[in-house]
Structures are given as C-alpha cells and as structure tokens.
C-alpha cells in the first residue's frame, strides 16, 4: 500500500479505547475545516466537517471540537476498533478571493490494537 | 470513493514520457481538483477548475497540464517536464464552486510510478 504513514505522528490505542487526534491549523481567517480517513492505497474519506462558527459537532462515533482562540482542532472517536487503523488528517479552508482552497496537513497515523 | 473514478490504479511511465491521468465524477459537482501527495507530507494541490473550460494553476503546477472540456471529467498530464513525478495522485470534486462551507470529496487515486 501507500507508505504515506512514514515520518507521521502516531497514536496507538487498544480496541474499545477513545482516541484524540489533533491537529494545530495555520490560517485564523480558515472558516471550514474537515477531517478525512485514509487507509493504505486509498483515497481520503470524507469523516465530519464543522464551520468556524461552531464549537463542536458529534457524528456517529466520532466527535470534533474546534477552539479558534488556539487555532486547535481535535477528533475525538469512540469505543476505536481495529477498522478505524488509518492515517487522519485535517484540513481548513481559506478562501482567497473567490477561490475555495484547502490547505491538508500532514496527517497522524491511528493503530488499534485488538 | 462517492462517485469519483480514477483510473488506472497503478501507472508506470519511462523517464522522457508524457502520461495521462483519468478523473470522472458523476456527482455534478462543479469543481475538480488534482492533488499529489508524497510520503510524510500534506496533500499539494496540482490545478484546479471550478468550471467547464476554466482552469487554475495550484502551488506544484509546473510540469503538469489539465483540461476541462466536460463537467464530468478532468484529465492530468504529467510531462517529461516534470522532475519528480513518482507520487500517488488523487482527484477531487466539489459540488459549489462559490460555497467556502462545502465538502470535498475524493477519488481512489492513481500511484504513478516513473521507471
């Protein structure tokens, strides 16, 4: 598969355990941030989204808390399973002008353990 | 992958060669994009295009060549121009091109190998 886990932060937990994945973003005028999955050869998958004019947004299992004051967003995911091994990334969106660009970061490669 | 082909999964080109990546989305959306993405690094945006005949460069566009003659399709050429082109390439789309708050999605990727 892709080797895109190399020289990433890490974070391995047990099966069942909650994970915290953060992320620090650059851009404080970013109004839109999102979280992607990515497994090994695949493309990214789309996980949740939250608008700047939000605190904190809950999908299944999952849950992401932003504080701008910090430029801090983290993704909280519950009861974590083995199918949730993957490399995540954030991204925000600063729109210059009228383009809509995404700026990724690099991304933190998650390890459940059975 | 939400409907977003890439094709073909894995490409091999010899060095001097011209190649071309394949991207469809039958979603509508708008906008497409190409991205590279490097082992340990962030996703780096190749070109991009909000609209049909209408193209932008991204922050690594040079050695690469795109067009978007249909909504559906957005095609990457990667030129012998480029210096580096092993990579894995992955295409997106996005409904709204005017929208900031609008989610993009992505396609499964093409690994282009350069023998």
């Known amino acids: 598969g892709e080797s895109v886990g190399l020289h990433l932060p890490t974070l391995s937990v047990q099966e069942g355990d909650n994970s915290i994945i953060n992320c620090a973003y650059s851009?404080?005028?970013?109004?839109?941030f999102i979280w992607y999955k990515q497994e090994s050869g695949k493309g990214p998958q789309f996980i949740i989204d939250?608008?700047?004019?939000?605190d904190k947004r809950q999908g299944q299992r999952v849950t992401v808390l932003l504080n701008k004051t910090v430029k801090h967003l983290s993704l909280q995911i519950a009861a974590t399973q083995p199918g949730d091994s993957a490399v995540y990334f954030c991204?925000?969106?600063?729109?210059?002008?009228?383009?809509?660009?995404?700026?990724f970061g690099k991304g933190t490669l998650l390890t459940v353990n059975p | 992958d939400g409907g977003i082909t890439q094709s073909p999964k894995y490409l091999f080109r010899k060095e001097g060669q011209n190649v071309t990546l394949s991207c469809e989305q039958n979603?509508?959306?708008?906008?497409m994009y190409w991205y590279r993405q490097d082992p340990g690094q962030g996703l780096r945006l190749i070109y991009y295009?909000?609209?049909?005949?209408?193209?932008q460069k991204g922050d690594i566009a040079e050695g690469y060549s795109v067009s978007r003659e249909k909504k559906e399709s957005f095609p990457l050429t990667v030129t012998s121009a480029q210096k580096n082109p092993t990579a894995f390439y992955l295409c997106a789309s996005r409904k709204e091109r005017g929208l900031s708050t609008d989610t993009q999605y992505f396609g499964p990727g093409t690994r282009l190998t350069v023998l």
């Open positions: 991204a925000e969106n600063f729109q210059g002008g009228s383009n809509y660009k995404l700026t």
């Open positions: 979603l509508n959306h708008d906008a």
């Open positions: 939250i608008r700047s004019n939000m």
């Open positions: 851009n404080s005028a970013s109004d839109y």
């Open positions: 295009s909000q609209i049909v005949n209408d193209f």
